[in-house]
Protein backbone atom coordinates (compact mmCIF):
# COMPACT_ATOMS: atom_id res chain seq x y z
CA UNK A 1 0.00 0.00 0.00
CA UNK A 2 2.86 2.75 1.14
CA UNK A 3 4.53 1.09 -2.63
CA UNK A 4 0.92 1.98 -4.38
CA UNK A 5 0.99 5.64 -2.73
CA UNK A 6 4.22 6.62 -3.25
CA UNK A 7 5.43 5.02 -6.54
CA UNK A 8 9.18 6.61 -6.58
CA UNK A 9 10.05 4.99 -3.89
CA UNK A 10 10.91 1.21 -4.45
CA UNK A 11 11.94 0.48 -1.17
CA UNK A 12 8.38 -0.39 -0.46
CA UNK A 13 8.29 -2.93 -3.23
CA UNK A 14 11.34 -4.61 -2.17
CA UNK A 15 10.25 -5.02 1.18
CA UNK A 16 6.96 -6.70 0.38
CA UNK A 17 8.87 -9.14 -2.24
CA UNK A 18 11.81 -9.96 0.71
CA UNK A 19 8.85 -10.44 3.28
CA UNK A 20 6.89 -12.72 0.77
CA UNK A 21 10.10 -14.83 -0.24
CA UNK A 22 10.22 -15.18 4.12
CA UNK A 23 7.02 -16.16 4.52
CA UNK A 24 7.52 -19.13 2.25
CA UNK A 25 10.74 -20.43 4.98
CA UNK A 26 7.37 -21.29 6.92
CA UNK A 27 4.91 -22.26 4.47
CA UNK A 28 4.26 -22.32 0.69
CA UNK A 29 1.00 -20.34 0.94
CA UNK A 30 3.31 -17.52 1.59
CA UNK A 31 3.63 -16.56 -2.10
CA UNK A 32 -0.28 -16.04 -2.62
CA UNK A 33 0.22 -12.50 -1.00
CA UNK A 34 2.01 -11.48 -3.59
CA UNK A 35 -1.53 -12.66 -5.96
CA UNK A 36 -3.03 -9.87 -3.16
CA UNK A 37 -0.58 -7.39 -4.05
CA UNK A 38 -1.31 -7.45 -7.82
CA UNK A 39 -5.03 -7.42 -6.93
CA UNK A 40 -4.73 -4.39 -4.82
CA UNK A 41 -2.65 -2.65 -7.17
CA UNK A 42 -5.04 -3.39 -10.04
CA UNK A 43 -8.66 -3.20 -9.25
CA UNK A 44 -8.55 -1.12 -5.94
CA UNK A 45 -5.75 1.28 -7.03
CA UNK A 46 -6.18 1.81 -10.76
CA UNK A 47 -9.57 0.67 -10.56
CA UNK A 48 -9.72 -1.21 -13.81
CA UNK A 49 -12.29 -3.79 -15.02
CA UNK A 50 -11.19 -7.17 -15.93
CA UNK A 51 -11.78 -6.54 -19.10
CA UNK A 52 -9.47 -4.07 -19.16
CA UNK A 53 -6.07 -5.85 -17.99
CA UNK A 54 -4.67 -5.76 -21.87
CA UNK A 55 -4.52 -1.98 -22.11
CA UNK A 56 -1.51 -2.69 -19.54
CA UNK A 57 0.77 -3.63 -21.56
CA UNK A 58 0.60 -0.66 -24.06
CA UNK A 59 -0.63 2.73 -22.28
CA UNK A 60 1.97 4.87 -20.99
CA UNK A 61 0.24 5.89 -18.41
CA UNK A 62 -0.08 2.14 -16.34
CA UNK A 63 4.10 2.50 -16.88
CA UNK A 64 4.21 2.92 -12.55
CA UNK A 65 1.28 -0.74 -12.95
CA UNK A 66 3.25 -2.59 -15.17
CA UNK A 67 6.62 -2.26 -13.11
CA UNK A 68 4.69 -3.65 -9.76
CA UNK A 69 3.27 -5.99 -11.55
CA UNK A 70 6.43 -7.17 -12.95
CA UNK A 71 8.45 -7.07 -9.82
CA UNK A 72 5.37 -9.40 -8.46
CA UNK A 73 4.86 -11.41 -10.90
CA UNK A 74 8.94 -12.36 -11.50
CA UNK A 75 9.49 -12.77 -7.63
CA UNK A 76 6.41 -15.48 -7.49
CA UNK A 77 7.94 -16.97 -10.45
CA UNK A 78 11.34 -17.18 -8.90
CA UNK A 79 10.22 -18.75 -5.63
CA UNK A 80 8.18 -21.27 -6.71
CA UNK A 81 10.99 -22.02 -8.97
CA UNK A 82 13.35 -22.58 -6.24
CA UNK A 83 10.58 -24.25 -4.41
CA UNK A 84 10.46 -27.24 -6.75
CA UNK A 85 14.18 -27.07 -7.26
CA UNK A 86 13.98 -27.87 -3.28
CA UNK A 87 11.06 -30.92 -4.11
CA UNK A 88 13.82 -32.42 -5.78
CA UNK A 89 12.32 -30.81 -9.04
CA UNK A 90 9.44 -33.40 -9.29
CA UNK A 91 5.56 -33.23 -7.77
CA UNK A 92 5.16 -33.97 -3.62
CA UNK A 93 5.27 -37.66 -2.86
CA UNK A 94 2.77 -38.76 -0.59
CA UNK A 95 0.87 -42.26 0.33
CA UNK A 96 -2.29 -42.68 -2.08
CA UNK A 97 -4.09 -42.62 1.31
CA UNK A 98 -3.19 -39.16 2.00
CA UNK A 99 -5.20 -37.84 -1.01
CA UNK A 100 -7.44 -40.91 -2.16
CA UNK A 101 -8.95 -39.41 -5.14
CA UNK A 102 -5.60 -38.38 -6.70
CA UNK A 103 -4.77 -42.19 -6.63
CA UNK A 104 -8.54 -43.30 -8.49
CA UNK A 105 -7.68 -44.19 -12.18
CA UNK A 106 -11.75 -42.58 -12.71
CA UNK A 107 -11.41 -39.07 -14.50
CA UNK A 108 -15.03 -38.96 -13.07
CA UNK A 109 -14.21 -39.70 -9.63
CA UNK A 110 -10.99 -37.56 -9.37
CA UNK A 111 -13.44 -34.28 -11.23
CA UNK A 112 -16.39 -34.47 -9.26
CA UNK A 113 -14.42 -35.24 -5.88
CA UNK A 114 -12.17 -32.57 -6.24
CA UNK A 115 -14.89 -29.63 -7.23
CA UNK A 116 -16.50 -31.14 -3.87
CA UNK A 117 -13.93 -30.43 -1.67
CA UNK A 118 -13.90 -26.22 -2.00
CA UNK A 119 -17.61 -26.61 -1.89
CA UNK A 120 -16.77 -28.67 1.60
CA UNK A 121 -14.24 -26.51 2.65
CA UNK A 122 -16.41 -23.38 2.77
CA UNK A 123 -18.84 -25.49 4.47
CA UNK A 124 -16.53 -25.70 7.41
CA UNK A 125 -16.09 -21.96 7.10
CA UNK A 126 -19.99 -21.20 7.16
CA UNK A 127 -20.42 -24.33 10.18
CA UNK A 128 -17.30 -25.55 12.21
CA UNK A 129 -18.87 -28.54 13.57
CA UNK A 130 -16.57 -30.84 12.00
CA UNK A 131 -13.31 -30.92 12.54
CA UNK A 132 -9.94 -33.05 12.94
CA UNK A 133 -6.28 -32.88 12.86
CA UNK A 134 -6.52 -34.92 9.49
CA UNK A 135 -8.81 -36.14 6.65
CA UNK A 136 -6.90 -38.46 5.03
CA UNK A 137 -7.92 -42.58 4.79
CA UNK A 138 -11.28 -41.56 2.39
CA UNK A 139 -12.50 -39.24 5.84
CA UNK A 140 -14.43 -37.95 3.23
CA UNK A 141 -15.56 -41.07 0.72
CA UNK A 142 -14.99 -40.59 -3.22
CA UNK A 143 -17.56 -38.92 -5.33
CA UNK A 144 -18.01 -41.73 -7.94
CA UNK A 145 -21.55 -40.56 -9.52
CA UNK A 146 -22.89 -37.22 -10.78
CA UNK A 147 -26.58 -38.89 -8.70
CA UNK A 148 -24.20 -38.18 -5.88
CA UNK A 149 -26.26 -36.16 -3.12
CA UNK A 150 -23.16 -34.09 -2.23
CA UNK A 151 -22.75 -32.83 -5.99
CA UNK A 152 -26.15 -31.00 -5.00
CA UNK A 153 -23.52 -28.35 -2.53
CA UNK A 154 -20.77 -28.75 -5.31
CA UNK A 155 -23.59 -27.25 -8.08
CA UNK A 156 -24.71 -24.19 -5.05
CA UNK A 157 -21.27 -23.40 -4.29
CA UNK A 158 -20.25 -22.95 -7.82
CA UNK A 159 -23.62 -21.26 -8.83
CA UNK A 160 -23.41 -18.63 -5.87
CA UNK A 161 -19.85 -17.87 -6.69
CA UNK A 162 -20.62 -17.06 -10.60
CA UNK A 163 -23.58 -15.07 -9.45
CA UNK A 164 -20.87 -13.39 -6.66
CA UNK A 165 -18.18 -12.81 -9.53
CA UNK A 166 -20.82 -11.22 -11.40
CA UNK A 167 -22.33 -9.13 -9.16
CA UNK A 168 -18.86 -7.88 -8.32
CA UNK A 169 -17.81 -7.48 -12.10
CA UNK A 170 -20.51 -5.12 -12.32
CA UNK A 171 -19.81 -3.21 -9.65
CA UNK A 172 -16.30 -2.33 -10.67
CA UNK A 173 -17.72 -1.59 -13.91
CA UNK A 174 -19.50 1.55 -12.17
CA UNK A 175 -15.99 2.78 -10.29
CA UNK A 176 -14.07 1.74 -13.66
CA UNK A 177 -12.34 5.35 -14.66
CA UNK A 178 -13.16 5.53 -18.08
CA UNK A 179 -16.79 5.70 -17.21
CA UNK A 180 -16.35 8.14 -14.29
CA UNK A 181 -14.15 10.50 -16.11
CA UNK A 182 -15.98 10.28 -18.80
CA UNK A 183 -13.21 9.52 -21.16
CA UNK A 184 -10.52 6.74 -21.51
CA UNK A 185 -7.87 8.48 -19.41
CA UNK A 186 -7.12 7.57 -15.47
CA UNK A 187 -7.04 10.25 -12.73
CA UNK A 188 -4.56 9.41 -9.69
CA UNK A 189 -6.04 7.58 -6.93
CA UNK A 190 -5.38 10.68 -4.59
CA UNK A 191 -7.35 12.94 -7.16
CA UNK A 192 -10.05 14.84 -6.04
CA UNK A 193 -11.88 14.94 -9.07
CA UNK A 194 -11.67 11.91 -10.08
CA UNK A 195 -13.19 11.30 -6.26
CA UNK A 196 -15.70 13.68 -7.39
CA UNK A 197 -16.67 12.05 -10.55
CA UNK A 198 -16.95 8.87 -8.52
CA UNK A 199 -19.94 10.56 -6.79
CA UNK A 200 -21.54 12.22 -10.10
CA UNK A 201 -21.46 8.42 -11.90
CA UNK A 202 -22.70 6.91 -8.91
CA UNK A 203 -26.02 9.18 -8.27
CA UNK A 204 -26.43 8.68 -11.90
CA UNK A 205 -27.03 4.84 -11.58
CA UNK A 206 -28.70 5.53 -8.15
CA UNK A 207 -31.41 7.67 -9.84
CA UNK A 208 -31.80 5.01 -12.83
CA UNK A 209 -32.60 2.67 -10.43
CA UNK A 210 -35.08 4.55 -8.15
CA UNK A 211 -39.04 3.99 -9.02
CA UNK A 212 -40.37 6.80 -10.52
CA UNK A 213 -42.82 7.33 -7.89
CA UNK A 214 -40.63 7.96 -5.65
CA UNK A 215 -38.00 9.97 -7.39
CA UNK A 216 -35.39 12.56 -5.99
CA UNK A 217 -34.05 15.59 -7.20
CA UNK A 218 -30.19 15.52 -7.42
CA UNK A 219 -28.23 18.79 -7.83
CA UNK A 220 -24.25 18.20 -7.81
CA UNK A 221 -23.07 21.78 -7.36
CA UNK A 222 -19.18 22.44 -7.91
CA UNK A 223 -17.40 25.36 -6.18
CA UNK A 224 -13.55 25.29 -7.88
CA UNK A 225 -14.15 29.22 -7.55
CA UNK A 226 -15.03 29.76 -4.00
CA UNK A 227 -18.42 30.79 -5.85
CA UNK A 228 -21.49 29.01 -5.02
CA UNK A 229 -23.66 29.58 -7.58
CA UNK A 230 -21.15 27.81 -10.34
CA UNK A 231 -22.98 24.86 -11.36
CA UNK A 232 -21.40 22.05 -13.32
CA UNK A 233 -22.58 21.49 -16.89
CA UNK A 234 -24.70 18.34 -17.59
CA UNK A 235 -24.94 17.07 -13.72
CA UNK A 236 -28.12 19.18 -12.92
CA UNK A 237 -31.13 16.35 -12.45
CA UNK A 238 -34.35 17.94 -11.60
CA UNK A 239 -37.51 15.17 -11.05
CA UNK A 240 -40.51 15.72 -9.00
CA UNK A 241 -40.10 14.99 -5.24
CA UNK A 242 -37.52 15.23 -2.99
CA UNK A 243 -34.26 16.82 -3.32
CA UNK A 244 -30.47 15.92 -2.98
CA UNK A 245 -27.70 18.66 -2.78
CA UNK A 246 -24.22 17.54 -3.24
CA UNK A 247 -21.63 20.10 -2.95
CA UNK A 248 -17.50 19.77 -3.56
CA UNK A 249 -15.88 23.06 -2.62
CA UNK A 250 -12.34 23.68 -3.80
CA UNK A 251 -12.92 19.80 -5.10
CA UNK A 252 -11.67 18.85 -1.63
CA UNK A 253 -14.49 18.20 0.61
CA UNK A 254 -18.08 16.99 -0.12
CA UNK A 255 -21.10 17.54 1.91
CA UNK A 256 -24.12 15.37 1.34
CA UNK A 257 -27.75 16.97 1.90
CA UNK A 258 -30.74 14.99 1.71
CA UNK A 259 -34.21 15.45 2.69
CA UNK A 260 -35.37 12.01 1.94
CA UNK A 261 -33.18 10.04 4.03
CA UNK A 262 -29.71 9.53 5.23
CA UNK A 263 -29.60 5.93 3.35
CA UNK A 264 -29.69 7.89 -0.12
CA UNK A 265 -26.42 9.51 1.12
CA UNK A 266 -24.80 6.53 1.85
CA UNK A 267 -25.39 4.24 -1.20
CA UNK A 268 -23.01 6.79 -2.87
CA UNK A 269 -20.29 6.40 -0.65
CA UNK A 270 -20.78 2.53 0.52
CA UNK A 271 -21.25 1.53 -3.29
CA UNK A 272 -17.41 2.81 -3.76
CA UNK A 273 -16.02 1.81 -0.77
CA UNK A 274 -17.62 -1.50 -0.09
CA UNK A 275 -17.02 -2.96 -3.64
CA UNK A 276 -12.28 -2.63 -2.74
CA UNK A 277 -13.29 -4.28 0.40
CA UNK A 278 -15.23 -6.97 -0.96
CA UNK A 279 -12.45 -7.34 -3.66
CA UNK A 280 -9.55 -7.29 -1.11
CA UNK A 281 -11.51 -9.94 1.03
CA UNK A 282 -12.80 -12.31 -1.44
CA UNK A 283 -8.69 -12.39 -2.65
CA UNK A 284 -7.70 -12.93 0.86
CA UNK A 285 -10.47 -15.81 1.04
CA UNK A 286 -9.82 -17.25 -3.12
CA UNK A 287 -6.21 -17.07 -3.71
CA UNK A 288 -4.52 -18.52 -0.21
CA UNK A 289 -6.34 -21.74 -0.83
CA UNK A 290 -5.74 -22.25 -4.25
CA UNK A 291 -3.10 -24.10 -3.62
CA UNK A 292 -5.00 -27.10 -1.90
CA UNK A 293 -7.63 -27.46 -4.86
CA UNK A 294 -5.43 -30.02 -6.51
CA UNK A 295 -5.94 -27.64 -9.44
CA UNK A 296 -1.88 -27.35 -10.53
CA UNK A 297 -0.59 -30.59 -8.46
CA UNK A 298 -1.86 -33.51 -6.51
CA UNK A 299 -1.73 -32.45 -2.44
CA UNK A 300 -0.85 -35.12 0.23
CA UNK A 301 -4.42 -34.32 2.00
CA UNK A 302 -8.01 -33.89 1.84
CA UNK A 303 -8.84 -31.15 4.35
CA UNK A 304 -6.76 -29.05 6.40
CA UNK A 305 -7.35 -26.72 9.28
CA UNK A 306 -4.42 -24.97 8.31
CA UNK A 307 -4.76 -24.17 4.84
CA UNK A 308 -8.06 -22.56 5.79
CA UNK A 309 -6.44 -20.09 8.31
CA UNK A 310 -5.87 -16.95 5.57
CA UNK A 311 -8.73 -17.49 4.09
CA UNK A 312 -10.93 -17.98 7.30
CA UNK A 313 -9.64 -13.93 7.67
CA UNK A 314 -11.35 -12.74 4.03
CA UNK A 315 -14.49 -14.64 5.26
CA UNK A 316 -14.63 -12.89 8.42
CA UNK A 317 -14.34 -9.60 6.49
CA UNK A 318 -17.14 -10.81 3.62
CA UNK A 319 -19.23 -11.59 6.82
CA UNK A 320 -18.50 -7.93 8.38
CA UNK A 321 -19.52 -6.16 5.04
CA UNK A 322 -22.63 -8.46 4.45
CA UNK A 323 -23.59 -7.31 8.21
CA UNK A 324 -22.84 -3.55 8.08
CA UNK A 325 -24.83 -3.78 4.48
CA UNK A 326 -27.64 -5.43 6.25
CA UNK A 327 -27.51 -3.18 9.53
CA UNK A 328 -27.74 0.41 7.50
CA UNK A 329 -30.57 -0.80 5.42
CA UNK A 330 -32.95 -1.86 8.20
CA UNK A 331 -35.19 1.46 8.88
CA UNK A 332 -36.58 0.65 11.95
CA UNK A 333 -34.79 0.33 15.58
CA UNK A 334 -36.52 -2.56 16.58
CA UNK A 335 -35.13 -4.10 13.22
CA UNK A 336 -31.62 -2.87 13.79
CA UNK A 337 -31.62 -4.45 17.61
CA UNK A 338 -32.63 -7.92 16.09
CA UNK A 339 -30.37 -8.02 13.81
CA UNK A 340 -27.13 -7.54 16.43
CA UNK A 341 -28.81 -10.11 18.99
CA UNK A 342 -28.43 -12.20 16.29
CA UNK A 343 -25.17 -11.57 15.44
CA UNK A 344 -23.62 -11.58 18.93
CA UNK A 345 -25.75 -14.81 19.50
CA UNK A 346 -23.75 -16.69 16.19
CA UNK A 347 -20.46 -14.69 17.25
CA UNK A 348 -20.73 -16.37 21.10
CA UNK A 349 -21.46 -19.49 19.55
CA UNK A 350 -18.42 -19.38 17.55
CA UNK A 351 -16.44 -18.27 19.90
CA UNK A 352 -17.30 -20.86 22.05
CA UNK A 353 -16.40 -23.59 19.30
CA UNK A 354 -12.88 -21.41 19.18
CA UNK A 355 -12.02 -22.06 22.44
CA UNK A 356 -13.09 -26.15 22.36
CA UNK A 357 -11.04 -26.20 19.64
CA UNK A 358 -8.52 -24.81 20.53
CA UNK A 359 -8.30 -27.00 23.72
CA UNK A 360 -7.74 -29.79 21.48
CA UNK A 361 -4.88 -28.07 20.28
CA UNK A 362 -3.45 -28.00 23.55
CA UNK A 363 -2.32 -31.38 24.31
CA UNK A 364 -1.85 -34.36 21.25
CA UNK A 365 -3.87 -36.74 23.37
CA UNK A 366 -7.05 -34.58 23.32
CA UNK A 367 -6.30 -33.63 19.58
CA UNK A 368 -6.13 -36.93 18.36
CA UNK A 369 -9.43 -38.02 20.64
CA UNK A 370 -11.11 -35.23 19.02
CA UNK A 371 -10.39 -36.57 15.11
CA UNK A 372 -11.97 -40.04 16.36
CA UNK A 373 -15.21 -39.62 15.22
CA UNK A 374 -14.00 -38.17 11.49
CA UNK A 375 -10.79 -40.53 11.00
CA UNK A 376 -10.87 -43.58 13.25
CA UNK A 377 -7.84 -45.18 11.90
CA UNK A 378 -5.49 -42.19 12.08
CA UNK A 379 -6.82 -40.82 14.86
CA UNK A 380 -6.85 -44.36 16.98
CA UNK A 381 -2.94 -45.01 15.70
CA UNK A 382 -1.78 -41.27 16.66
CA UNK A 383 -3.48 -41.71 20.29
CA UNK A 384 -1.89 -45.00 20.32
CA UNK A 385 0.86 -43.76 20.49
CA UNK A 386 0.93 -40.92 23.02
CA UNK A 387 -0.49 -43.43 25.39
CA UNK A 388 2.27 -45.72 24.61
CA UNK A 389 4.74 -42.65 25.54
CA UNK A 390 2.56 -42.37 28.77
CA UNK A 391 3.18 -45.91 29.99
CA UNK A 392 -0.27 -47.10 29.52
CA UNK A 393 0.57 -50.00 27.57
CA UNK A 394 -2.80 -51.82 27.87
CA UNK A 395 -4.76 -49.45 27.03
CA UNK A 396 -2.23 -48.25 23.93
CA UNK A 397 -2.24 -51.49 22.56
CA UNK A 398 -5.99 -51.52 22.72
CA UNK A 399 -6.25 -48.23 20.67
CA UNK A 400 -3.40 -50.03 17.99
CA UNK A 401 -5.97 -52.98 17.41
CA UNK A 402 -8.68 -50.50 17.27
CA UNK A 403 -7.04 -48.61 14.48
CA UNK A 404 -6.46 -52.17 12.50
CA UNK A 405 -10.17 -53.20 12.77
CA UNK A 406 -10.94 -49.81 10.40
CA UNK A 407 -7.57 -50.00 8.56
CA UNK A 408 -5.90 -53.41 8.61
CA UNK A 409 -3.21 -52.67 6.17
CA UNK A 410 -1.81 -49.72 8.41
CA UNK A 411 2.15 -50.60 8.25
CA UNK A 412 2.70 -48.00 10.57
CA UNK A 413 0.42 -49.64 13.32
CA UNK A 414 1.65 -52.90 12.92
CA UNK A 415 5.09 -51.68 13.57
CA UNK A 416 4.26 -49.68 16.66
CA UNK A 417 2.34 -52.56 18.22
CA UNK A 418 5.31 -55.16 17.04
CA UNK A 419 7.43 -52.60 19.21
CA UNK A 420 5.12 -52.18 22.07
CA UNK A 421 4.66 -56.11 22.64
CA UNK A 422 8.61 -56.66 21.86
CA UNK A 423 9.15 -54.49 25.12
CA UNK A 424 6.68 -56.58 27.42
CA UNK A 425 8.45 -59.75 25.84
CA UNK A 426 5.90 -61.28 23.89
CA UNK A 427 8.24 -62.31 21.12
CA UNK A 428 5.95 -63.82 18.71
CA UNK A 429 3.06 -61.21 18.79
CA UNK A 430 5.94 -58.77 17.94
CA UNK A 431 7.53 -61.29 15.04
CA UNK A 432 3.44 -61.75 13.59
CA UNK A 433 3.01 -57.54 14.06
CA UNK A 434 6.33 -57.32 12.11
CA UNK A 435 5.64 -59.73 9.00
CA UNK A 436 2.45 -57.45 8.69
CA UNK A 437 4.33 -54.59 8.34
CA UNK A 438 6.73 -55.69 6.36
CA UNK A 439 3.79 -57.15 4.22
CA UNK A 440 2.11 -53.91 3.36
CA UNK A 441 5.03 -51.89 3.23
CA UNK A 442 8.15 -53.83 2.41
CA UNK A 443 10.47 -51.21 1.89
CA UNK A 444 10.20 -50.01 5.80
CA UNK A 445 13.27 -50.57 6.87
CA UNK A 446 12.98 -50.82 10.96
CA UNK A 447 10.53 -53.37 10.64
CA UNK A 448 13.10 -55.81 8.93
CA UNK A 449 15.75 -54.54 11.34
CA UNK A 450 13.14 -54.89 14.33
CA UNK A 451 12.34 -58.43 13.11
CA UNK A 452 16.06 -59.57 12.78
CA UNK A 453 16.38 -58.93 16.33
CA UNK A 454 13.22 -60.90 17.79
CA UNK A 455 14.37 -63.58 15.47
CA UNK A 456 17.91 -63.27 17.51
CA UNK A 457 16.36 -63.48 20.91
CA UNK A 458 14.52 -66.70 19.94
CA UNK A 459 17.44 -67.92 18.52
CA UNK A 460 16.90 -68.30 14.92
CA UNK A 461 19.70 -67.34 13.94
CA UNK A 462 19.38 -68.12 10.75
CA UNK A 463 16.55 -66.65 9.70
CA UNK A 464 17.81 -63.22 11.90
Same mark, same amino acid.
Given at each position: ?????????????????????????????GVTVLVLCAVYDTFIVHKLHPKEIIVILNEKKYRPLREGLLHLGGTAVTLLAMRFHLMGSKPPDFAPADNPASDSDSLLTRTLTFLYLPAFNFWLLLCPRWLSFDWSMESIPLLTSPLDPRNILSACFYGASVHFLVYL???LSLQKPSALSGNSGSCSC?????????????? #? !? &?????????? #? !? &????INNNNNNNNYSNGHHRAMNGNSFTNIANGGSSHLCHSAASSADCHYFNS?????????????????PF???????????????????????????????IGLDQLYRRQEGLLRKRVLLSIFLCLVFVMSVRTVRRNRDWWHEENLYRSGIHINPPKAYGNLANILSSQGKKAEAEWAYKKALTYRSNMADVHYNLGILQQEQGRYEEALQSYKLAIQFRPRLAMAHLNLGLVLGILGRKEEA
Amino acid at each position: MRYCKYRDKKGYLYICLVLAAASMLTKEHGVTVLVLCAVYDTFIVHKLHPKEIIVILNEKKYRPLREGLLHLGGTAVTLLAMRFHLMGSKPPDFAPADNPASDSDSLLTRTLTFLYLPAFNFWLLLCPRWLSFDWSMESIPLLTSPLDPRNILSACFYGASVHFLVYLSRSLSLQKPSALSGNSGSCSCSSSCCSWNHRLQLG #K !H &YNNKSNSSNS #K !H &YTSVINNNNNNNNYSNGHHRAMNGNSFTNIANGGSSHLCHSAASSADCHYFNSLHHNTDAVIMATSLLAFPFVPATNLFFYVGFVVAERVLYIPSMGFCLLVAIGLDQLYRRQEGLLRKRVLLSIFLCLVFVMSVRTVRRNRDWWHEENLYRSGIHINPPKAYGNLANILSSQGKKAEAEWAYKKALTYRSNMADVHYNLGILQQEQGRYEEALQSYKLAIQFRPRLAMAHLNLGLVLGILGRKEEA
